[in-house]
């Protein structure tokens, strides 16, 4: 009669047991199926970006790492505020212009019009200094208006942050563009200019 009894505690147990892990099997298996990654698609740049600044490239260099320092406005502001952040760009880089149309880091000139993604983190610095996600030029842009910023500040003391205020066609060829030094509470100087196509 012990032995019936043993019996049938064992098997009770046994049932017991068995169901509990079959279902953390199930439960394994489907954690399982999430760490299959091949099926899924890359993480794509754009979900990790945050969009940063929209104004204009006042400087490029290249040592080593393409580094663009942009002076402009952050979405949040509401056009209100200026900033100034020095992007660095990695290979990774997203770099195209608002039309979607892939371009190079070597593409990046002073003077064009352009919006950079970064991932939210900002070296707390002037000017600020954070990782480029992507950074969109706008096609729009007139490329004589391109050509008299960066002349303009070709006529200002290198390394500060400037600031494009307003660029204003004078004429055929002709503008007026007005810079802000970021770093002082100097008035915006005008500099007129003469570009030329080609």
Known sequence: MKTVKFMSLLACFLLL???GTAGGNDNNSSSGSNEEAPNEEPVDVDDQAVEDLTGYIVSVSDEGQTRILVTGQHP????????ATMYTLEESTKVENSAGEPL???????GMKVI????????ES?????GAIKVVVDEGQDELEQ?????????VEAGYPWHVEEVTEQGEQSYKVTL???LDD???VDIEVEVKEG
């Open 17 to 19: 047991f068995g169901c």
């Open 76 to 83: 949040s502001s509401g056009g209100s505020g200026t900033s």
């Open 104 to 110: 190079e880091a070597a593409d990046l000139m002073a």
């Open 116 to 123: 950079v993604w970064n991932s939210g983190i900002v070296a």
């Open 126 to 130: 002037f000017p600020a200094q954070s």
């Open 147 to 155: 050509k008299a910023i960066a002349k303009a500040l070709e006529e």
């Open 180 to 182: 802000k030094n970021l």
């Open 186 to 188: 100097s008035e915006p």
